[in-house]
């Protein structure tokens, strides 16, 4: 297959390099704070910007399909179609058929306005109508009714004799940047009020009080609920021990898993649970129990009209070569936000790997996060039962849009001409609920969904969430899957540091760096020498919830890609155990950076289709083989 190479600046014109293309070397690292604030502020901006886009180009698409559903029906038929997607696009607050001027037909609506929309709307709804008189297509800029933001779409019919307008309300915008101020650390712990945890920030060494006025303060910066532990003991208590503990501690709950338990006290803090426990004889250890974070951050770029000329052209050399001499050509999915905004796919060699394999259905995927929109049109199919270790008796549903994101990453129906395409066709997605709708979850939320998605046949294990202290509870649910042949894969952090980040530092776990279109770095990744490999996190278009889209950034956003990848080699090669797993993705990564392994990449850039081969004894790398770089035993 013939491609052009692009010219460096083209690239940068487009906007998606600018903030995201710099060094990978000590002086991306020794950013300054000021610095780090405005480039998270502005990639905040940019994020809210293109997931507008991605919300004006997916309405389009829709009305487009609405289009074909109303061919040769009648009034009353219509009026049900506008109202059923109104029902499953919320943000389509009105939805009008206009006929042609020539067929005397009246206009069908759908939706109430109230009079301040209805007034701003008004100009733009007459454009609108004049468009629809030419058969062309009419996008309005963005109008405010009470600090939200809105705009009008109008599609003529391929035949001309009708057009719809939609008049879309874009919460999605604003929902999206105050996720990602959280997430980015734009807003503290501190400033959180609503969110019904207790939480103490301390320094991850000394477990010393600390305030985070600044994002740089984030870093070795730990979080955990000011009057609660995690305690495990030799052996499970009696009901005896437990009366005892509670007169004595004055606990009002008591949590438990196996020998492990979480006690918490009416007014003791932390520490003095610490220490009452520490005097006890029948204690392995007693820790605070930790708060874990999502780690995205926000990220948007302009379209991407570039792709295809570019594409794939920031590749390295050998890449490249491997690209010209390949025989198979790749698989390019009919997903209608693919070409213009999933840059990812292709750098990492998935589309050529598809030739090789697709997924499997019988190999399950869990994503241990905020939940997934169980209704989402583009994972329709591609989820199995779930759990939600927030509420027992509730679904794991998701009330923030991470685990969404990031389960679209993985698995996003392919080749169905909407939305975006996964990464695997076929691998069914497990949501497990871990994170509430505040973006953060205990050590003991962490630990039973990690168990919990062992149990119910989970093969491979996504967390895209961290914190930097090292938790002996959550470690053992780690070694219990891990030794349960479970592949495990986490996110290594957001705050542009050397600092161990977990689960992702345990050695049972493959630790993701993300990398920008550039194959540089992210500046916001973290690193070190426990980073096994990278994948792309900047700006990577995916599912949202209520059937909506949108542009993400963060180590969140490269994990699902490592683990995607996991899930397709276990497909490849039922037989291959967790190790054997991680080894190949290690010894197949394009190189990048520093020659051999190093602290920004790891290994390199996952290669999809190099891994795959392996996996099928058909590279040069097979399974089974020695490995050609030993797994680290500790990290």
């Avoid at 990639?43 to 309405?59: F, I, K």
């Avoid at 005397?104 to 007034?119: F, H, P, R, T, V």
């Avoid at 002996?472 to 050397?498: C, M, P, Q, R, W």
Wanted: hydrophobic share 35%; proline share 5%; with cysteine.
């Amino acid at each position: 297959m013939r491609r052009q190479k692009v010219v460096l600046h083209h690239i940068a014109m487009t906007g998606l390099i600018l903030l995201s293309a710099c060094s990978s070397g000590p002086e991306a690292r020794r950013m300054e704070p000021e610095a780090e604030l405005r480039y998270k502020q502005a990639l905040v901006a940019q994020d809210m910007a293109t997931t507008g886009e991605l919300c004006r180009n997916q309405c389009l698409i829709h009305v487009n399909s609405l289009h074909a559903s109303l061919k040769d029906q009648d009034a009353g038929r219509i009026q049900d179609k506008l109202r059923q997607m109104q029902q499953s696009h919320e943000h389509m607050i009105r939805l009008i058929w206009t006929p042609a001027a020539s067929s005397g037909g009246s206009e069908i609506i759908s939706g109430k306005l109230n009079k301040d929309i209805a007034q701003a709307a008004a100009p733009y709804l007459e454009e609108a109508r004049k468009s629809a008189a030419s058969s062309k297509t009419y996008l309005s800029p963005n109008f405010v009714i009470n600090q939200k933001p809105y705009f009008v779409a109008s599609v003529p019919s391929s035949d001309k004799k009708s057009a719809i307008t939609a008049i879309v309300k874009q919460t999605i915008v604003q929902q999206v940047s105050n996720h990602q101020l959280k997430n980015l650390r734009l807003k503290s712990f501190n400033d959180e009020q609503k969110t019904g945890w207790k939480i103490k920030s301390v320094d991850t060494e000394t477990l010393q009080p600390r305030r985070v006025a600044h994002p740089e303060e984030h870093e070795g910066t730990s979080h955990y609920e000011r009057h609660d532990v995690v305690v495990q003991f030799h052996r499970a208590l009696k009901d005896s021990d437990l009366s005892r503990i509670k007169l004595e501690t004055g606990a009002t709950k008591i949590k438990q898993i196996g020998d492990t338990y979480i006690i918490t006290a009416r007014t003791l803090e932390a520490r003095q649970l610490m220490d009452y426990f520490r005097k006890r004889t029948d204690v392995r250890f007693v820790e605070p129990h930790y708060i874990y974070e999502s780690n995205d951050l926000s990220r948007g770029t302009k379209p991407l009209g570039w792709f295809f000329d570019w594409w794939p052209g920031g590749k390295s050399d050998r890449s490249q070569k491997r690209h010209e001499a390949a025989a198979e050509p790749d698989v390019i999915p009919n997903d209608a936000l693919f070409s213009k905004y999933q840059w990812n796919l292709p750098i990492t060699d998935t589309l050529r790997g598809w030739n090789v394999n697709k997924g499997n259905q019988d190999i399950t995927v869990a994503v241990i996060d905020t939940g997934v929109d169980l209704d989402h049109e583009d994972l329709k199919g591609q989820l199995v039962e779930g759990f939600n270790a927030i509420d027992s008796t509730g679904k794991p549903a998701d009330d923030v849009g991470h685990g969404t994101h990031v389960a679209g990453i993985i698995g996003a129906q392919v080749n169905n001409g909407l939305g975006v395409a996964g990464m695997t066709w076929y691998n069914k997605i497990m949501p497990v609920k871990v994170l509430d709708n505040s973006g953060v979850g205990s050590t003991y939320a962490v630990a039973q969904g990690i168990i919990w998605a062992t149990d119910h046949g989970a093969k491979v294990i996504n967390m895209s969430l961290g914190n930097y202290a090292s938790s002996d509870f959550l470690h053992e649910a780690i070694k219990y899957a891990y030794n349960k042949d479970v592949v495990l894969i986490a996110a290594s952090g957001n705050d542009n540091t050397e600092r161990p980040g977990y689960p992702a530092a345990y050695p049972e776990v493959f630790a993701v760096g993300a990398t920008d279109s550039g194959n540089k770095r992210a500046p916001f990744s973290n690193y070190g020498d426990y980073i096994d490999a990278a994948a792309p996190g900047v700006s990577i278009a995916s599912t949202y919830p209520n059937n909506q889209y949108a542009a993400l950034s963060g180590t969140s956003m490269a994990c699902p890609h490592v683990t995607a990848l996991a899930a397709l080699l276990r497909s490849a090669n039922p037989s291959l155990k967790n190790t054997e797993i991680m080894d190949i993705m290690r010894q197949t990564a394009q190189d990048l950076g520093s020659k051999g392994r190093d602290n920004d990449f790891g290994y390199g850039l996952i290669d999809v289709e190099r891994a795959i081969q392996s996996a099928t004894g058909k590279g040069p790398v097979q399974a089974g083989s020695p490995s050609a770089v030993p797994v680290p035993a500790v990290r």
